[in-house]
C-alpha cells in the first residue's frame, strides 16, 4: 500500500498561481505513475495529469495544458504539480493518486486538497 497526503490548496484569484504536493510514502518501490485528478461541487471527478514514478513525459488534460505542470521528486518521494494563470473553473478538490505495478489503475489515493478561484 501507498499512503498519500497532499497539501498546498487555497483560496486564491483569477490569475494566481498555486503549487500543490503528494508526499507518498510506503510500498513506493512498486509505483509505475503518480496522477493528480479533481472533484468539482456536483461533477464528477475527472483526470488533470500524470506523470511516471522515475519522470520522463508528462500527460494533461486539454484543459490544463500550457497552465499546469507536473513534476516529480524521487529523491522526496514527493510529486508536485504547479498551477498557473488559475481560472474559476479550476475550483475544485484536488487529489494525488499512484498507479503501481502491473500498472494501468490508480489503487492509492490521498485525502485531497481544496482549491478555490474567485473571479
Known amino acids: 500500500q501507498v499512503q498519500l497526503v497532499e497539501s498546498g490548496g487555497g483560496s486564491v484569484q483569477a490569475g494566481d498561481s498555486l503549487r500543490l504536493s503528494c508526499a507518498a510514502s510506503?510500498?513506493?518501490?512498486?509505483?509505475?505513475?503518480m496522477g493528480w485528478f479533481r472533484q468539482a461541487p456536483g461533477k464528477e471527478r475527472e483526470y488533470v495529469a500524470r506523470?511516471?514514478?522515475?519522470?520522463?513525459?508528462?500527460y494533461y488534460t486539454d484543459s490544463v495544458k500550457g497552465r499546469f505542470t507536473i513534476s516529480i521528486n524521487n529523491a522526496e518521494n514527493t510529486v508536485y504539480l504547479q498551477m498557473n494563470s488559475l481560472k474559476p473553473e479550476d475550483t475544485a478538490v484536488y487529489y494525488c493518486?499512484?498507479?503501481?505495478?502491473?500498472?494501468?489503475?490508480?489503487?492509492?489515493w490521498g485525502q485531497g486538497t481544496q482549491v478555490t478561484v474567485s473571479s
Open positions: 506523470i511516471g514514478w522515475s519522470g520522463g513525459s508528462a
Open positions: 493518486a499512484s498507479d503501481r505495478v502491473p500498472c494501468g489503475s490508480y489503487d492509492s
Open positions: 510506503g510500498r513506493t518501490f512498486a509505483v509505475c505513475a
